[in-house]
């Protein structure tokens, strides 16, 4: 079985990269945009407490398992909230995922 997914990332110039990442590691889309060199603070280290790795779902949303309360509370603290934010440490890597298309929050 394919153990690689594609991740399309819109960086700030408007182009997007394709990026391949594996979904048998366990990895969040948080640590593999962390180690795909994006900046992503991840202050929390992924327990859905700072919001700081909130990323846009540009398509691919229905892909996406449901929100955590956790994760819904947490988003409720920004002030830019989008209908299509997201926390990336909170979504777990999978082959449902194939073709997910993102961008950093608050980057234009």
């Known amino acids: 079985m394919e153990n690689?997914?594609?991740?399309?990332?819109?960086?700030?110039?408007?182009?997007?990269?394709?990026?391949?990442?594996?979904?048998?590691m366990g990895l969040s889309l948080m640590e593999f945009l962390k180690a795909s060199e994006y900046d992503i603070l991840a202050t929390c280290g992924g327990m859905a407490l700072c919001a700081t790795c909130c990323v846009d779902v540009l398509e691919g949303e229905e892909k996406l398992n449901e929100m955590t309360d956790d994760e819904?509370?947490?988003?409720?603290?920004?002030?830019?909230?989008?209908?299509?934010?997201?926390?990336a440490c909170q979504l777990q890597l999978n082959?449902?995922?194939?073709?997910?298309?993102?961008?950093?929050?608050?980057?234009?």
């Open 4 to 24: 690689n997914i594609t991740i399309y990332m819109q960086e700030p110039d408007g182009s997007v990269t394709p990026h391949e990442a594996p979904t048998d």
């Open 72 to 87: 819904y509370a947490m988003l409720d603290t920004l002030p830019d909230l989008l209908p299509n934010s997201r926390l």
């Open 95 to 108: 082959n449902n995922m194939d073709g997910l298309k993102v961008k950093l929050h608050g980057v234009s």
